[in-house]
């Protein structure tokens, strides 16, 4: 048997199993290999404006409705998304699903953002002091794969920041930074 044109695909899915593979997360290839049509016959009914009718059966009722195959495939994946959260929340008490609630519904980051202390002027400005904001603008700017070496002591009164180089570079030139006193 011929697989159906394009045309014939969209005139002829079933809108009900469309949102039943959208509610499993099933992509557009799995929907071509379960309708049998090529993936180019469900990327144009996907851009179709043909409204196909389906059912929603929430176990007590069955609801009818009419759709467009992207209304229809937008609304399955959101009833699996929010089943996916409500799956997530209901297993927040494990580590590992915690950590990515709070990351991804939460925004919380694994590494802390530059604190920053107001000033009297309403503009934000850097708690480190000069000479450690000039350290590390220099040691970012050297980028990560050149070795260098910093004095992290403050410099003393009278002592100023020089650049030499650093004789035990094995790769480009690198600059290390000395307090000379």
Not at 13 to 19: A, E, I
Not at 81 to 95: E, F, G, T
Not at 102 to 114: H, M, V
Not at 120 to 139: A, H, N, R
């Amino acid at each position: 048997m011929a697989k159906p044109g394009p045309k014939a695909f969209v005139n002829t899915v079933d809108g009900t199993q469309l949102f039943k593979l959208a509610m499993s997360a099933a992509t557009l290839i799995d929907v071509a290999a379960w309708f049998n049509v090529s993936l180019s016959s469900v990327n144009r009914a996907f851009l179709s404006n043909k409204q196909i009718p389906y059912a929603i059966d929430d176990g007590k009722t069955v609801t009818q409705f009419t759709g467009t195959f992207r209304e229809i495939w937008n609304r399955g994946m959101g009833h699996c998304r929010i089943s996916l959260r409500r799956r997530m929340m209901q297993n927040a008490d494990k580590p590992a699903i915690a950590i990515f609630l709070a990351k991804n519904l939460l925004g919380y980051k694994d590494e802390p953002e530059e604190t920053l202390a107001p000033t009297v002027d309403g503009q934000s400005k850097s708690v480190l002091p000069e000479w450690l904001e000039q350290v590390l603008t220099e040691q970012q700017s050297a980028g990560p794969d050149r070795p260098g070496a910093t004095n992290p002591l403050p410099p003393s009164e009278g002592s100023t920041l020089t650049s030499e180089p650093d004789s035990k570079a094995t790769q480009g030139p690198s600059i290390a930074l000395r307090v000379k006193q």
